[in-house]
């Protein structure tokens, strides 16, 4: 008599049982998949990316001077896992008009997207909000060398994920969380009595601190 | 290696000879190379050849920082991406004590069971094409596509995420994550349900796997075997309830085990350990509080304390070691990994040792190997 797991059955039954068994169950998926597709037409059909996707990295501009965000400080370059950027700073001209507040401006930048692993890495450590990992992600090309993409490339693509996305800096977006939670704290604090979880979060956060230094 | 030369048999039928399989054949999951030195059917020995992968992984890890090092902790085993990183930024965590935010443990908690899942989808996709069966495969990565796409929401990527952070995560969930997860845990349910249905009991299934590449539970600890290989012989042993770490411990869950160690029991345990991880999960979801997520070191370079540590975690394929040997500079002196595929590959020789040449392939997908961990 097979065992099969904690099953015991007579070995005459077992297989003529399986086999319409198995035929329904296989039958069963068959009519329910012709129902509703699960198949994506993908390259006919593009399939559309999550917001949080991270494609090939790109630089952003910045509407109001206009210029790039980025100053060319390598804070990106050098925490880059696989070195695949390069970048040199300039002064800014805009500054010593007055018009724009950025002492030094990204004269060049190169990423060689081959050598990309899409980490994300450049893009936390960013302090001028400069480098977006937008969400272009078919960039092959015949040469081996073709994927080296200079200043003016990253910036359209950049523009192109600013305009799609309706991009707003990240320092801004903090600010602006930042300032409606003071001003709920602040609205909240004169009726009082109720703890908010905020609250009750940050002890451990100090004791973290505490342990790590 | 084996001596390349061919004799005739005494009975002057069958000849033994060399078959070289790999590193291109389909079934090897990757690039794995046997050369396999059979009579007739029957195999007589094996002699495994891996590297083929080899990135060096371990020798980078000593030239890049603390925080790049999650990257390259992603492409060890690029089928189970969270877990991998889950157990190195522990390692870190641990030499430097921190303490990471309840919520963010928890959601670590559900996105490696979900990982879990999705590995162990795969899993029964690759050992039905291995056993001879196409269908299970498209449902499996039905189910896998749909996590993926979770994963895409919450991290950016849908294989390489590099999410999780030393002391927390990159950020907080999506805001919509609530209503995405509770979406797909009922179609994640059918689909588990599914493939299991079609295969697990199949008659030609069983009748591929039953009895085959049997081993048992002494000979299994011996080897090293860990995960569902060491389960399916019967022994309970589980990281997460021998060791717990992370938040473990507040989730009620059982450890599935086999009977016999052959591969079917194998299979059988991975199927069980799913139904497992949904349980876990929806736990989680109801446990999780709400709170900080990232790290309560902010943006500092990481720079633990002179020191080495070892941290253990349960992977999909079995358990993953770290040993961290750190100088309190701002890069490990030596980072090595333990990895589960390699160890339970070890097994191979003694497990197709006479037996079949069909069945070498079902064997060697029973182990459920990925070569970016075994070459590292």
Known sequence: MPSVGRLIVPEEVWPVLNSVKGLMITLASTVKGLRKPITQQYPTVPTPVKPRFMGFPALTWDDKVPEPFCTGCMVCIRNCPTQCMSAT????????????????????????????????????????????????????????????????????VGRKYQEKTGWIPPTVLAKQKKDAEDAAQAGQEPAGAVVTEAVVAEPAVAEDKAESD | MVEVSSTIHPDGQSVELLLNMGPQHPSTHGVFRMVLWIDGEKILGVEPHIGYLHRGSEKICEGEQYHQIITLFDRLDYVANFNNELVYCQAVEKLMGLTVPERAEYVRVILCELNRIASHLLYVGTIGLDAGAMTPTMFAFRGRERVQALFEAVSGARMMHNYFRIGGLKEDLPDNFEQMIRELLPLLAEDIEESDKIITFNEIFISRTKDVGVISAEEAIDYGLTGPCLRGCGYEYDVRKAEPYSVYDRFDFEVPVGLDGDCWDRHWVRVQEMYQSMHIIEQALEQMPEGPVTSSLGRRLIRPPAGEVYVRAENPRGEIGVYLVSQGTDKPYRLKVRPPSFCNLSALKRLLKDAWVADSVVILGSLDIVLGEVDR
């Open chain 1, 89 to 156: 700073m300039k002064d800014n001209p805009a500054q010593a008009e007055g018009t724009s507040s950025r002492r030094k401006i990204i004269d060049f930048f190169e990423i060689n997207l081959n050598r990309c692993i899409l980490c994300g890495i450049c893009v936390e450590v960013c302090n001028f909000d400069a480098i977006v990992m937008s969400h272009e992600h078919e960039m092959s090309t015949y040469q081996r060398n073709g994927d080296r993409v200079d200043l003016p490339a990253l910036l359209q």
